[in-house]
C-alpha cells in the first residue's frame, strides 16, 4: 500500500530493498541510521517488524521511516486510571511504533508528525483485525519525549521515556 502525504507530496510505503535508498539517510541518531541501514530489511523480512519509509514521489532516497510490531505489556506497568476500564489480564496487546526517523535535511517541516499520523493510521485500521489497546512509542530522550506528549502520547509511571496512547484516543482522531 502506497500512501501520499498532501502537505508537501510525501511518499510513504513498505520498506522495498530494490526500490529505496537507504545510504545516505542521517536523522543524528546513529542507533537509528544503522537500524534503517543494516536490520530494517531483514527486520521485515523476517516479519519482526513492518518498516515504512518516507520519499519524495519522485525519488528512492529515505527521507524518513518507521516501524510498527506487535507487544504485550505488563498491565500492572500502565496508570490504573487506563486499564480500570480493561479486562483483567496480566498483559495487554499493543502496537509498538519501536523507531520514527526524519533525515536531518527534513528536520522542521512536519514529516515526523507526518509519519506519526501515518503509523497511527494504520495501527487504528489494523486494530479491528489484530487486537490492542493502545500504540506504545520509546523515546530516545526528552527532545523525542515532547513530541509524543504535543501528541497526546502519556508517560509510563515508572519508565518516563516510554509513552502509550489509547487506541481509543486513536480511533477518536480518525473518526
Known amino acids: 500500500m502506497t500512501e501520499v502525504g498532501t502537505e508537501a507530496g510525501w511518499v510513504v510505503e513498505p520498506l522495498d530493498k530494490t526500490r529505496h535508498n537507504r545510504a545516505t539517510f542521517a536523522c543524528g541518531y546513529p542507533a537509528l541510521d544503522d537500524y534503517l541501514r543494516k536490520r530494517a530489511r531483514q527486520d521485515a523480512d523476517r516479519r519482526l517488524a513492518a518498516v515504512f519509509v518516507a520519499r ?15 507487544l504485550s505489556v505488563v498491565t500492572r506497568d500502565l496508570p490504573a486510571e487506563f486499564t480500570r476500564q480493561l479486562a483483567r489480564y496480566p498483559e495487554l496487546p499493543a502496537a509498538l511504533l519501536g523507531r520514527l526517523a526524519v533525515d536531518q535535511a527534513y528536520a522542521g517541516v512536519g514529516l515526523g508528525r507526518f509519519l506519526l499520523i501515518d503509523a497511527l493510521r494504520r495501527a487504528h485500521e489494523h486494530s479491528s483485525q489484530v487486537a490492542h489497546v493502545a500504540v506504545i512509542a520509546d523515546a530516545k530522550d526528552e527532545q523525542a519525549a515532547g513530541f509524543y506528549e504535543r501528541y497526546g502520547f502519556n508517560r509510563f509511571p515508572d519508565r518516563p521515556l516510554r509513552f502509550y496512547l489509547p487506541i481509543t484516543a486513536v480511533a477518536k482522531l480518525f473518526a
Not at 56 to 70: C, F, K, M, N, T
Open 56 to 70: 519524495e514521489p519522485d525519488a528512492s532516497r529515505v527521507i524518513g521511516y518507521y516501524s510498527l510490531s506487535s
